[in-house]
Nanobody
Framework: QVQLVENGGGSVEAGGSLRLSCAAS????????MAWFRQAPGKEREGVAA???????DVADSVKGRFTISQDNAKNTLYLQMSSLKPEDTAMYYC?????????????????WGQGTQVTVSS
C-alpha cells in the first residue's frame, strides 16, 4: 500500500519561494506517474505538475516557468520547487501517484493521495 506524505507548505509573500516534498513509502511500481495537484477554497482540484518513470515532465500553463517538479529515486521523494509565487497560488497542495507511466490531469486516475500541505501567498 502506497503512502504519500507531503511537507514544506507555509505562508510566504508574493514573489517568494517554497519547496514542497512528498515522501513515498510502499512504492513498488516499475512504471509510474507522480503528480502535484492543488485545490483552492471553492474551486476544483487541478493538476499542477507531473513526472513519470521515463522522466517525462508536464507542467500546467498557469505555473509554467515558475514551478519545477523533480524526484529523488534514492529517497523515494517527489519535490515541487515553487518560485515567483502569486496570491492565486494559494491552495492545499496534494501529492498523488498512479501505477502507469502516463501522466494525466484527471484526478480519478490516481491510486494514492497524500493528506495535503497548505500554501498561502500574501500580496
Amino acid at each position: 500500500q502506497v503512502q504519500l506524505v507531503e511537507n514544506g507548505g507555509g505562508s510566504v509573500e508574493a514573489g517568494g519561494s517554497l519547496r514542497l516534498s512528498c515522501a513515498a513509502s510502499g512504492f513498488t511500481y516499475t512504471y509510474w506517474c507522480m503528480a502535484w495537484f492543488r485545490q483552492a477554497p471553492g474551486k476544483e482540484r487541478e493538476g499542477v505538475a507531473a513526472i513519470d518513470s521515463h522522466g517525462r515532465v508536464d507542467v500546467a500553463d498557469s505555473v509554467k516557468g515558475r514551478f519545477t517538479i523533480s524526484q529523488d529515486n534514492a529517497k523515494n521523494t517527489l519535490y515541487l520547487q515553487m518560485s515567483s509565487l502569486k496570491p492565486e497560488d494559494t491552495a492545499m497542495y496534494y501529492c498523488a501517484s498512479r501505477d502507469m507511466a502516463l501522466c494525466v490531469w484527471a484526478r480519478g486516475h490516481y491510486n494514492s493521495w497524500g493528506q495535503g500541505t497548505q500554501v498561502t501567498v500574501s500580496s
